[in-house]
C-alpha cells in the first residue's frame, strides 16, 4: 500500500489538558487509519495511476478518474489533513506566534488577538463536519472553513494550519462546546511548524 499511518510525533497525553489521551488515540488510531485503509483501497481500484503524495491527488483532484474522484478527496484529504493537523500541534506549545508567520499574521489581521477570534469564529460556523483553515494564496494569507474532508489544496491554496472541527476530535472532553474546544486549542498550537509550512508556500 502507498499510503501508511505514521506514529504520532508527541505521546498520546502530551496534549492534556487541552486534548485528552482517548480523545488522541480514537481519533489518529481509528479515525485516521480508516481514512489511510480507505485512501489505499480506492487507488488500488486504478492500479495504472502513477504514484503520487497525497497532497498531489488533492491538488490535482479533477485529473483523478471520475469514478474514484469523490472517494479521493473524501479519504485523501482526510488521510492529508489530519497529517498535517497532528504536526501543528505539539506540548509546551502555544502562546503567539512568532517569526515570519507572526509578522503575516499582523499584517493581514491586524494583531493575533483579531486572527484568533477570525478563526475561531469560522471554525464555530461551519455547518456540521469540517475544518477551519489558515491558508496562504495569491492574495496572501486567509481563513476558510471547508466542510468534510475537502481540502484547500483543491482549490489552488496552501494550508498551513488546520484545525479539525468533526465532533470526534473533541466530543469526549467538549461535548457540544466547540467554541471553548477551539479556545483551548491555541495552547497546543506548535507555531515553529506553521512558520515551516509558510516558507515552503512562499
Known sequence: ????????????EALEPYIDAQT?????DKHHQAYTDNFNATLAKHPE????????????????????????????????NHNLFWSVMGPNKGGAPTGAI?????????DFAQFQEKFNNAGAKQFGSGWVWLVNGPGGLQILSTPNQDSPL?????????????EHAYYLKYQNRRAEYLKAWWNVVN??????????AK
Open 1 to 12: 500500500m502507498p499510503f501508511t499511518l505514521a506514529a504520532l510525533p508527541y505521546a498520546y
Open 24 to 28: 488522541m488515540h480514537l481519533h489518529h
Open 49 to 80: 495511476l502513477q504514484f503520487k503524495s497525497g497532497e498531489e491527488y488533492l491538488a490535482k483532484l479533477n485529473s483523478v478518474p471520475e469514478d474514484i474522484r469523490t472517494a479521493v478527496r473524501n479519504h485523501g484529504g482526510g488521510y492529508v
Open 102 to 110: 507572526a509578522e503575516a499574521i499582523q499584517k493581514t489581521f491586524g
Open 154 to 166: 483543491s482549490h489552488g491554496l496552501h494550508p498551513l494550519m488546520a484545525n479539525d472541527v468533526w
Open 191 to 200: 507555531w515553529d511548524a506553521v512558520n515551516v509550512n509558510f516558507a515552503k
